[in-house]
């Protein structure tokens, strides 16, 4: 058991950091999953749209290393191993926050990541629930071994901004950024110093149904600004 | 001495365990088990290769090892705190003063200062070697910042998982107390209540594993580079917030040349500024001491019988592998006239480098080497070549046999009973995978094993 509670600067920009790379591992999968399925009947150039989406430039010439790029290749930093490391870049300096065990759901995809890649494995979709099941573990545990309030509300804050930025990026329905943000509030109340005060209220009011389905380019452009510039950690 | 091992090693429950290799492996692998390695200035991280075949020691003997240990450790931090304060053992001619002066450890910014409890070496890595007779022999003292108990302690953790019966069968000594026999002494130490950190170089070191595994199992704050502050001689951890909590002991992973950007290595961004002011003042317990290279120092090794006689009054029960020092006249025309068969090692040098071993080289290097030893005799110390005991491990699907040294570790200034110290009931098996090779170190391809202190 720890014997102290205070978190310093730097272990909270990279409990911060976890949860966003997390969450973003976690919808990537989720994302790429159905891609790949629409680019079994439907566009084979899908995968441009989700590559433009997530910010990433298309690279590879053909379907097959479609698919193992954007899981495999680390000199990539849209794929999924890039974002895995940029996990364990942040997890393994909290070990002592987040303990062993939890660590281990880092570990593990990385591993099975870096090996695959190494030894030219085409990703199938077992690979891909494997490393979502251990997304969702991590985050089990979590739950399950880490008590303390403020080391929770930061990696969740993460997660949730996380969150908000795929929806906006890949339209997803006003509900769940909503949902998100409403929870995002809940950890304001929280850890309220965590946020830029001024950004986080013209989110809130930018973030309307109304104005969210009718807002183009400019709007979307907008709301990343501010969701990304939301939290001062 | 008792041979156990070939007993232990082909029984049914033994078998489980060894054939659990690659289950540990993996676990090991899960828990991110790893130390870090820099190849022509590129960092790579390695796992650190287990091998399930324990070190296995008796009881009796274990009892004649843990009363060595205590016994040496506690002369080292006698000689220590004599180095830095009365000098009694220059004084009486033990120790050539030119061997404290000159070594690369001693640190005259150390003279006159009282650490909390008067202990510099809090956590000592004692290296040794059995040999194919039974003896035990020392083959160096780690004091300054010895590393390897996360090992053993983790591995224990995962073959007791995976190998239970092994375990249920074999009375042997948990050794998954490290962190609380840790904790005790940094809590004994600590100074104005505190909070104990593990200051880290960061996730580029080598061990940075262990830094942040002992410190989950602690309870200890990892801390790094710039979390730290000097106030009014008081160090301060800084929080998020700007809030400040009270530091009473940092168990230090990082080397005296660095800890203080303002009393040593200037360009230093691993430390604390004013850190040495505050250790001066006995505000902090900085664990382990400034100052220890002085007695590690290889060429000290050489004297540590006679400081054990010195200042405990006692034999020594513990002995160094049979060295000289070209320093001596005597030794000066035997490492000459034997030096085909020596080892010759470079005090300056540690992690298994400059180490020589004379059969290894050429009449032409022989000469040169010679040469280095009249022209810089301080530099070097001879050893005869110890014909240690060779340990089995498994390579591939068979079991062959390689060199093996352990690491024991002995922790001072705790609470209880032998003035706060403690040999912890483990220690770091190392072997060299190389069967032509004597070196076992890490950094040099060598693996690990667990080390069984027997309950009986």
Known sequence: MKTSTILSPSKANSLYWLGRYTERVYLELHLLRL???????????????????IGGVSRYPDQA???????????????????????????????????????????????????????????????????????????????????????????????????????????????????????????????????NDEVTDELREMLTEEKYTDGGTEYKNKLLYLVGNAVVL | MLDTSVTFNT???????????????????????????????IFNEQFFPFDSIPRVIPRKDWDILEKGLVQRVKALNAFLWDIYHDKSIIKDGIVPEEFVYSSKGYMPECEGIDPVGKVYSHISGIDLVEGKDGNWFILEDNLRIPSGAS??????????????????????????????????????????????????????????????????????????????????????????Y??????????????????????????????????????????????NGFGNGVADDKGIYYFVPKMVKYYLGEEPILHNAPTYLPYYKEDYDYILANIGKLVIKDVSEAGGYGVVFGRDLTPEKLEELKSLIVEQPRRWIAQEVIDFKDLEIIEGEEKVWRKADLRAFVVSGGSGDNGGVRVWKSGLTRFSRNPASFVVNSSQGGGFKDTWIMNV
């Open chain 1, 35 to 53: 891609c790949f399925d629409k680019m079994i009947d439907g566009d084979p150039q899908e995968y441009g749209k989700y590559l433009s989406a």
């Open chain 2, 11 to 41: 029984s049914p429950n033994m078998q489980t365990l060894i054939e659990s290799r690659d289950s540990v492996n993996r676990w090991l692998e899960r828990y991110g088990v790893r130390f870090g390695v820099y190849k022509n200035g």
């Open chain 2, 151 to 240: 090992y053993p302690m983790i591995a224990r953790e995962i073959t007791r998982k995976v190998s239970p019966t092994t375990f249920i069968d074999n009375s042997i000594a948990d050794n998954r107390d490290y962190p609380e026999i840790l904790k005790d002494m940094m809590d004994t130490m600590n100074a104005g209540r505190g909070i104990n950190v593990i200051l880290t170089p960061g996730r580029y070191n080598s061990a940075f594993f262990e830094h942040s595994y002992l410190a989950e199992k602690t309870g200890a704050v990892l801390a790094f580079p710039g979390d730290m502050t000097v106030e009014d001689d008081i160090v301060w951890y800084t929080g998020l």
């Open chain 1, 65 to 195: 290393s479609v698919i193992n790029g954007l899981v495999h290749d680390l000199s990539n930093p849209a794929s999924v191993i890039s974002s895995v490391e940029r996990c364990n870049d942040n997890a393994v300096l909290l070990r002592d926050e987040i303990k062993s065990p939890t660590l281990g759901y880092i570990q593990m995809p990385l591993e099975l990541l870096r090996q695959n890649a190494k030894n030219g494995i085409e990703p199938n979709v077992d690979e891909l629930q494997t490393l979502t099941d251990w997304m969702l573990a991590f985050w089990g545990s979590i739950e399950e071994r880490v008590y303390d309030d403020r080391v929770r509300t930061i990696l969740k804050i993460g997660k949730l901004i996380e969150h908000i930025d795929m929806n906006v990026r890949f339209d997803y329905k006003f509900y769940r950024i909503e949902e998100a943000f409403k929870a995002l509030g809940h950890c304001k109340a929280e850890e309220p110093r965590a946020f």
């Open chain 2, 242 to 287: 700007k809030e400040k909590v009270r530091v009473g002991a940092i168990y230090r992973r990082v080397s005296d040349e660095y800890l203080d950007p303002l009393a040593f290595e200037a360009s230093s961004l691993l430390g604390v500024p004013n850190l040495f002011q505050a250790y001066k003042k006995g505000n902090v317990a900085v664990i």
